[in-house]
């Protein structure tokens, strides 16, 4: 699997937006982009992924640059519960490629 | 329409028995993931399960096993049992391997080594 950089952590003030980069220079064309997120004492949940084109959803929006090395993942108002561990990760989507490997992420502090 | 769910939420061993832990998969949802977290680590690939069949698995130990049943609900078994296989287990299922889908985790087994 392709590796992925972010930064080990952020910050943001609550209803301000956050803009959380991952570089992934190594991205072969049928890599998805996917972001996970991490709270405290949970299991990890999805938050959006993509494959060329800009992603929105209801949590989040997913920015990735026309090279495709890099993308950020946009919380348009962060809030005190987004406050997380994100991670993002790229999978293959041309076989069953199975195994999603996770690297440190970015862990991300809201202050009030 | 229910999540991944994962029995038992807590469980406490001694050194040396054996730990079973279950995860029933979304319906639908034919791969099964399983991921060990230790304390303030990172999440760590131990085993994926796809059609019933162990399809790929991570740097463990053979003494972390487990299976998918026809239902595709699985079980991780953990023999021989030591101090630092105290974790967080989480399973995780998704429709199929392909990297185009996403995975739901549940809300993991607590193992207690002591």
């Known amino acids: 699997d392709a590796k992925t950089t972010q930064p080990n952590s952020m910050e943001s003030n609550e209803e301000e937006p956050v803009h959380l980069p991952c570089n992934h220079s190594?991205?072969?064309?049928?890599?998805?982009i996917h972001w996970y997120r991490q709270l405290p004492s949970q299991g990890p949940e999805y938050v959006i992924h993509g494959l060329t084109s800009n992603v929105n959803n209801r949590m989040a929006s997913l920015a990735i640059a026309e090279d495709r090395k890099s993308s950020t993942l946009i919380l348009h108002r962060a809030t005190l519960r987004d406050a997380a561990v994100y991670y993002c990760?790229?999978?293959?989507?041309?076989?069953?490629?199975?195994?999603?490997?996770f690297g440190q992420g970015t862990t991300l502090q809201v202050k009030p | 329409e229910a999540g991944v769910t994962q029995s038992p939420t807590h469980l406490i061993k001694t050194r040396g028995q054996q730990a079973t832990l279950r995860c029933s998969p979304i319906s639908g949802h034919t791969s099964v993931y399983w991921y060990q977290q230790a304390l303030g680590l990172g999440l760590q690939f131990l085993l994926w399960y796809d059609e019933g069949e162990e399809r790929n698995r991570g740097n463990f130990p053979p003494r972390f096993s487990g299976r998918q049943f026809p239902n595709y609900s699985s079980e991780l078994n953990v023999n021989a049992l030591e101090l630092e296989d105290s974790a967080l287990y989480l399973c995780a299922s998704s429709l199929d391997g392909s990297g185009a889908n996403v995975l739901t985790f549940g809300a993991g087994s607590r193992l207690t080594v002591l």
């Open positions: 990760i790229l999978r293959d989507g041309s076989s069953n490629t199975g195994k999603l490997i």
């Open positions: 190594t991205i072969s064309g049928t890599d998805y």
